[in-house]
């Protein structure tokens, strides 16, 4: 028992000099409360509401094309983002890229993948390059016709993110230049007859979800709600180093479940060995009694 109680102290001082040496980082005056900001970033999920498939977007090849004209026979996948976002936005398409990687379903032929940019600034270019980079992420190059990505005007990109309830928030980038946008990051499932079937919150998606959504929006039928459980793409501010706080909160969660997992480890073991008799001493009988002299 003494032993454990050395390996326990040792790593819990291990832990908490972890701890200490990213909480040693300058980062300015901390909150439990989200950034201000974040208050008109969100999802509303919209379930039923009919998209406006009467709006126009740019697409891939430059053509302006309606977005009615994907839907009435298969259902959609729809993400919005914005192409040069700095974090998020590259997560959550990897995420749907990978977990497509795992179904039956092929886009083009059982659904289209929609993905538009909230940024009206954003053109063709990066519309072409994004869809050359998932389409290759992918592994199936002839699917191409199924992946759509479109840009914008700004009241048709309002129009669009009002319908699904997506909430986001322009903001300046960390050197003053680049726009970003603060959002929350989620996909939709769209019936064929355009009306919103399913949201899947944060950036992981799991095949088996995308695989009955997909089934269910097929056949027009309205999913439930899921839990709210929002991922935020915010700007780095490196001079208050507020991603790294983050990460110092994670790393001390991380801490403190291991300190209880092995002092709960260590309790047990602790009544289990007070439970068992102590073993006779060698040269004697149960009763005390000397033996060979």
């Excluded at 289990?272 to 005390?288: H, I, L």
Aim: proline share 6%; glycine share 10%.
């Amino acid at each position: 028992m003494l032993l454990s109680a050395l390996v326990f102290a040792a790593l819990t001082s291990s832990l908490i000099a972890q701890v200490s040496g990213y909480g040693d980082k300058q980062m300015g005056t901390e909150s439990d409360k989200p950034p201000e900001i974040l208050n008109r970033v969100g999802i509303v999920q919209n379930l039923n509401q009919q998209l406006p498939l009467n709006l126009t977007f740019t697409d891939d090849e430059g053509k302006l094309v309606q977005l009615g004209s994907y839907f009435g026979k298969s259902p959609a996948i729809l993400a919005l983002v914005y192409y040069q976002c700095p974090m998020l936005c590259s997560e959550e398409l990897n995420g749907l890229t990978g977990a497509l990687r795992m179904v039956d379903e092929v886009p083009g032929r059982d659904f289209n993948i929609i993905v538009v940019s909230i940024d009206p600034t954003e053109g063709t270019e990066l519309a072409a390059a994004k869809k050359r980079s998932y389409l290759k992420r992918y592994g199936h190059p002839e699917t191409a016709a199924g992946w759509h990505f479109m840009t914008g005007t700004q009241p048709n990109i309002d129009a669009l993110t009002k319908a699904v309830g997506f909430g986001y928030v322009k903001i300046p980038g960390p050197d003053g230049k680049l726009t970003q946008f603060a959002h929350a990051s989620s996909i939709q499932i769209v019936t064929p007859e355009g009306k919103l079937a399913q949201y899947y919150m944060g950036v992981e998606f799991w095949p088996r979800d995308l695989r009955l959504g997909l089934a269910e929006a097929s056949s027009n039928r309205i999913g439930s709600r899921v839990d709210n459980i929002l991922t935020y793409c915010y700007h780095y501010d490196p001079l208050t180093n507020k991603h790294s706080l983050i990460v110092v909160r994670v790393v001390q969660l991380g801490g403190l479940l291991t300190c209880m997992m092995v002092g709960g480890f260590m309790l047990v073991m602790f009544r289990r060995d007070a439970k068992q008799p102590d073993p006779p001493r060698s040269g004697t009988t149960g009763t005390g009694t000397k033996v060979n002299g």
